[in-house]
């Protein structure tokens, strides 16, 4: 059934599933559940295969709960140290809203649905869930939420079109409601405010005049529930119930803005494991606020008859019912009348909040047919997400520079009170699509580039010439220089050189220079880097196959090195090294018959035995290496030697080098844990107690400092390192990833690495890290206009100094990533520049300078802070910092302070941006409105909040991936992308649609697609059409499908061709090749799949994305009360 199409209205509570049969479900009273399913499936790039299958679940394929323990009661005690209501912890917590302080009650089993609402598919019935909340607390509940209402409302002026969900204008302070999902304020005079109350929450102060401030206000509807009807007071009603509907119980009076509602959503995660204690039950107050977390305490009069209170608690106007969601009872809602019974709980419509597909699409269309002209000053670019073409015209282009704000704030103290971070993402040598021009490079001769002579500043297209254009004054420190005589030009009318537009360094935001003697190592230019292949022979290496691979590929590889534009050929050298205890080295020079090995097997002590020969040009040895390459498998194809040595590798890598003189790549191909006796030598550490303890931070960090120390020595000579990495057990991949890390190479992981399905992978990986475009020996400096600095640095790097990141090689995919912090004000006029610098060997061996320019607008005003933030590039900014804080602190620290900043951030609009409205309400900046949906994502990934199935391994590799991710990858890697290609059209090049990340968007009748710049999942659903399981995997039925498959199948039909060029599409688009993992409906394999599925709970205790916009919320309202 498709729950895209028709409504279902699902079997009462507490039934078994049809669709599920032999899946025992929950029963209701949350008792735990026996049997819960421990996933145990392959890790981030695991196998499929190899996947133990677990007990068969019972009941469905959400996460068990964790204690069965009863949650603690509102006021409870608590242990010291834990935090009472703590949306992510695990243990006795749970994500929304704390557990039921009112008696448990069901609604009737045969209780209808209401027009309109939500379907409730099988899916998402039949998983571990504690099911719904009575209707007692459901009036509780709905004063935490209640008054979001979507749509763009302006402080003074309609929002710009395409923006925000909803195209009405606010007239003369009420929302017109007509079809657009809003509430229909009440005038004053039907339900003046309570006046000894309301003044708990700011009123939020409009905007200067004249500005259009775009916001996006949420459904205020809390998960499970309809709004109340219109006249329905939330506390104990002043009339009798209408005959025979279920009456709530009462309740003391309404919680006040920002305080604890109790009663969980029907979406409720799993971890709340037992009834309420009794305490609770008793229709009680809860207790005092517990850990700062709730608002002040309810109010202790009862409400005042004739003056109803609003449904989000807080008080002022009434709202009328809202459109699409159905009258509180059959017949017009009168407003005088009393109130009818509570309606029927119901879901949050989904469709109801901020969808990151809508926004995508949103941004496509408006954005995706104009270029970026980068000429003005301060101008956000289109999302990431847009295809789009970029005209340099004196900023650099979006590829090279993101930032997470173009409008910073003038004072040091308005940007703490925006708690918006400023910092840029910057990716020095990015890929261009084909029909954009790369940087010119620029000749000054021996003079070299133009510099400010106090701050070092390179020529820029902000330098402002003066006196006839015989001096120039710098635009970053106001310091005047002489013009070299040979640089001298006249100035047109305007004051600008005339050569104006024949100078990139005068016309372009990018460009590069060539850099002279004095900007190279011992003031001697540089010879070409070299390259050299480190192979493991160890048995597991070999038994695998994974040798023979290796060298097989090397042989043709070896002719797509990288080259200058117009080169012949690559004028990078190469060499070979394999080991297992010992290390052996090859003699492959030219002149040679055979190739000659030579081993050093005092790897305490490393020396590389042979210089000439070693390194050498791959044409003039082209049969030598051959036959090296065809002896290799041979000569170890007996090995029993089963134990590594992993530094004296790097050791050998770095003396080599060092003898020739050159920087260049160590490509280390590597299988198990270095316990052979050597220096860096490790032992298993692995440990899974650790996780939620102070000591997890121990998992992250590297279990000696010998290989610091030796990142530090590469780094000197330019020598990166990439680890390729085979494991079958713990590996340690958090110290192994070090000197990788620190060099600025990359990791590539392959877990339980088996031929027939992993060499496909491994094998594009390895020719596009060889044939990528790589810089070495590199130092990057940004300097900025005066007002600001670059203070903190994030990426794959080494930093000597507080300036300078230094990297010995950096490629087209790294980023970088610096936030800026205000050491003196700022002007509106002037703005702020960044200048970043990078000096580098290319792969010829020339030595040059890139140079990227980006002009900021400033503000006095808020407003203009929030009307030009990136959320995209503000997500990949607090992914890194959060995954670098897991160094130092404990992760549920981390995670509490991703939350706190986020609040800070969108509660400070809401104080100062967003026009008056209730407390209930939660209103977000139109270009943030996507931000509590992909921190949600951040807090859910496996680095701060594991699956019991994700490894130590795992986590470090991740933590090491993020970090140099550009915004476009961890866009995807966040909030993946899901496709229908059941709707693709196989006549036309464009992908169909992308959905909404959640299981309840998926049709059993369909097949999907979703990748994360990692994997590419197909799920297939039970209900597939047989033509097209044949079309696509040339089998007749749904059962035949393997598991096992690594590439689809290819066959000569519409379908298959059309998902086939959809899978290399998205695998061109990644800078990894991604695994691709077919999942079948009901399938052990499906809870990988749904861990993905970002927007619904998940397995390891994260929130869904509805619950986190309440808690978010509750959040807010906290910080403003």
Request: aromatic share 8%.
């Amino acid at each position: 059934m498709s729950v895209n199409q028709q409504t279902h209205t699902g079997p009462p509570y507490g039934q078994p599933q049809p669709g599920y049969q032999g899946f025992q479900q929950p029963a209701y009273g949350g008792q735990s559940l026996p049997g819960a399913p421990q996933s145990q499936y392959g890790a981030y790039n695991g196998p499929v295969p190899g996947y133990q299958q677990p007990v068969p679940p019972q009941g469905s394929l959400r996460a068990p709960p964790t204690s069965g323990a009863p949650p603690p009661a509102s006021g409870a005690s608590h242990p010291s140290g834990h935090v009472a209501y703590s949306q992510f912890e695990h243990g006795d917590v749970q994500n929304g809203i704390p557990a039921s302080a009112a008696p448990v009650q069901r609604p009737p089993a045969s209780q209808p649905f209401l027009p309109g609402s939500a379907p409730t598919p099988v899916s998402q019935i039949s998983t571990f869930q504690q099911y719904g909340p009575p209707p007692g607390s459901v009036q509780q509940l709905r004063n935490h939420m209640a008054g979001m209402t979507i749509g763009s409302t302006a402080a003074s002026a309609p929002p710009p079109a395409g923006l925000g969900y909803a195209s009405v204008p606010p007239v003369s302070g009420s929302v017109s409601a007509t079809g657009s999902g809003l509430y229909t304020p009440y005038s004053a005079s039907q339900g003046p405010p309570l006046p000894s109350v309301s003044q708990a929450l700011p009123v939020a102060q409009p905007p200067f005049p004249g500005q259009t401030i775009p916001t996006q206000r949420l459904p205020a509807q809390v998960p499970g529930f309809t709004p109340p009807p219109p006249s329905t007071g939330v506390g104990p009603s002043s009339y009798p119930p209408t005959t025979g509907a279920p009456r709530p119980p009462a309740m003391p009076g309404p919680p006040l803005p920002g305080q604890t509602v109790a009663g969980p959503p029907s979406s409720q995660p799993n971890h709340v494991s037992s009834p309420p204690p009794p305490s609770a039950m008793a229709g009680l107050h809860p207790g005092p606020p517990m850990s700062g977390l709730h608002g002040p305490p309810p109010p202790t009069h009862p409400p005042q008859p004739g003056y109803q209170m609003q449904q989000n608690g807080s008080f002022g106007q009434m709202r009328g019912p809202q459109p699409n969601y159905g009258g509180a009872y059959p017949g017009a809602p009168n407003y005088g009348s009393p109130p009818g019974p509570p309606p029927p709980p119901k879901r949050l419509d989904p469709d109801s909040i901020p969808s990151p597909i809508q926004v995508i699409e949103d941004d496509r269309n408006n954005r995706g047919s104009e270029p970026f002209v980068t000429g003005v000053r301060g101008q956000v670019p289109p999302l990431v997400t847009t295809n789009f073409l970029v005209k340099d015209q004196g900023n650099a282009s979006p590829r090279y520079i993101r930032c997470t704000s173009y409008n910073i704030p003038c004072t040091s103290d308005m940007a703490k009170q925006s708690q918006v971070p400023l910092a840029a993402v910057i990716k020095p040598l990015a890929t261009l699509p084909p029909e954009e021009t790369l940087p010119y490079l620029v000749d000054h001769g021996e003079s070299g580039p133009v510099r400010c002579n106090r701050c070092k500043a390179y020529m820029c297209p902000f330098m402002q010439f003066i006196e006839g254009g015989r001096r120039f004054q710098c635009c970053f420190c106001s310091c005047v220089t002489e013009v070299p005589p040979h640089y001298f030009q006249h100035l047109d009318h305007t004051g600008k050189r005339v050569d104006f537009y024949d100078r990139p360094e005068l016309s372009l935001g990018s460009y590069e220079f060539l850099a002279t003697v004095d900007y190279c190592k011992n003031n001697k230019f540089p010879s070409p880097p070299a390259f050299i292949f480190m192979i493991d022979v160890s048995y597991n290496a070999v038994k695998s196959g994974l040798v023979r691979l290796i060298c097989e590929e090397l042989k043709s590889l070896l002719d797509y090195l990288p080259r200058e534009g117009n080169m012949e050929e690559s004028a990078i050298r190469v060499g070979f090294v394999t080991y297992n205890k010992v290390l052996h080295f090859y003699n492959v020079k030219s002149s040679l018959a055979q190739p000659q090995m030579m081993v050093v097997s005092d790897v305490a002590d490393m020396f590389v035995p042979l210089l000439d020969g070693f390194l050498v040009n791959v044409n003039e040895s082209r049969t030598v290496i051959a036959s090296l390459l065809d002896q290799i498998p041979e000569m170890f194809a007996d090995t029993r030697e089963t134990e590594t040595v992993f530094a004296p590798v790097i050791q050998a890598g770095l003396e080599a080098l060092k003898a020739a003189e050159c920087a260049g790549k160590l490509f280390i191909f590597h299988t198990s844990l270095p316990i052979a006796e050597a220096p860096g030598k490790l032992k298993n550490r692995d440990d899974r107690k650790l996780i939620n303890t102070d000591k997890e931070k121990t998992l992250f960090q590297p279990q000696t400092s010998f290989y610091n120390n030796l990142a530090k020595d590469c780094v000197a000579q330019g020598c990166c390192v990439d680890l390729f990495l085979f494991p079958n057990q713990y590996l340690d991949v958090a110290t192994l990833g070090v000197v990788p890390y620190q060099t600025g190479g990359s990791i590539y992981k392959y877990a339980y690495f088996q031929l027939e399905t992993d060499q496909y992978r491994f094998l594009n990986d390895l020719r596009r890290d060889v044939q990528k475009e790589v810089g070495f020996d590199a130092v990057m400096r940004v300097r900025t206009s005066t007002g600001i600095r670059a203070t903190d640095f994030f990426g794959a790097f080494y930093m000597s100094n507080t300036t300078d990141v230094e990297m010995a090689g950096l490629d087209c995919d790294k980023t970088i990533t610096v936030e800026f912090k205000h050491d003196d004000k700022l002007s509106e006029d002037s703005g702020a520049l960044l200048q970043c610098a990078l000096l580098y060997t290319s792969c010829a061996g020339q030595r040059r300078l890139r140079i990227h320019n980006l002009s900021l607008n400033c503000c006095t005003q808020l407003a203009d802070l929030y009307r030009n933030c990136e959320t995209d590039t503000l997500i990949n900014y607090l992914a890194k910092y959060a995954y670098r804080g897991v160094l130092s602190s404990p992760v549920k620290t981390v995670r509490d302070a991703l939350i706190n900043q986020c609040a800070q951030i969108l509660a400070c609009y809401r104080k100062n941006c967003a026009s008056p409205s209730s407390a209930g309400q939660l209103i977000l900046p139109e270009c943030m409105k996507l931000l509590p949906v992909y921190l949600n994502c951040v807090l859910k990934s496996d680095v701060l909040q594991p699956g019991p199935e994700v490894t130590t391994d795992d986590r470090a590799y991740i933590r090491h991936l993020v970090t140099s991710m550009d915004v476009a990858e961890t866009n995807v890697f966040f909030y993946p992308r899901l496709l229908p290609l059941t709707k693709a059209d196989v006549d036309s090049d464009s992908l169909p649609a992308a959905i909404r990340n959640s299981e309840e968007r998926l049709s059993k009748g369909d097949i999907y697609l979703l990748e994360n710049g990692l994997n590419i999942f197909v799920w297939v659903g039970v209900n597939v059409q047989q033509s097209l399981i044949q079309n696509l995997f040339g089998v007749s039925s749904f059962s035949q499908i393997s598991n096992a498959l690594s590439t689809l199948p290819v066959l000569e039909n519409p379908f298959s061709k059309k998902v086939r060029s959809i899978v290399d599409m998205l695998q061109g688009q990644r800078s990894r090749y991604m695994k691709l993992i077919i999942v079948k409906q009901e399938d052990k394999l499906e809870m990988l799949f749904k861990h993905f599925l970002v927007e619904d709970k998940s397995l390891s205790g994260g929130a869904s994305y509805v619950d986190f916009l309440c808690h978010m919320h509750k959040e807010i309202r906290q910080l403003l009360s």
